[in-house]
């Protein structure tokens, strides 16, 4: 509708939030692209930064009762976006920690050690979740998301030193966790350890 072209981004918003499809539909075509920039830049391939712009836009209309148009926009759906990407390495961190403790199946005299691993792979996974969120989303940026110290710093808007600093931190806690949790499975730990462990720059 030509009207809607009339309307300031502060009068759309207030509008999606009432529920008007055509108003969203405005802000759509208005933040599309926008949205698809903040993504690729986070996740580096075109199909995937698609799938997520898509995804965006979806929670947008569902948990519109929360916008709130006095507000940031740009700065909300930046949020949304690196808030879907890290949920995405969450679990593809649970997918990791799942396969390096059920690589194969115990044999006759390997069982203890197969339940050690498996519980190895719980405590590595707590130990992530239970980091500080800088610490946890620039671990995850790192170990999963393959991105360079350099990458994971514009990402975030923090210095190359101090993405190092949360890594080496990360590493730390994680190995604290089983010094704490599981003192007597050094050697599966250190396998979990080791499937987790980033490059180091």
Known sequence: MKYLKTLSVKQLLANVKAGDGDAFGEIYRLYRKKVYTFAYRFVRCAEDAHELTQDVFVRLWESRGKI???????????SMVRSYFLDALKKKTRMSVYRAANQGEPTHNSTDQYIELRECGKIAMQAIESLSPQARAAYLLSREGGCSHA??????GISPNT????????LGHIRARFR???PDTILPALLIIISLTPELS
Do not use: G, R, T
């Not at 993405?163 to 990360?170: A, D, E, L, T």
């Open 163 to 170: 993405v190092n600093n949360h890594i080496k931190k990360s």
């Open 151 to 156: 990458a994971i710093s514009q990402q975030m």
């Open 68 to 78: 709130d148009p006095e507000k940031n926009f740009d700065a909300y759906l930046f």
């Open 180 to 182: 704490y949790l599981s």
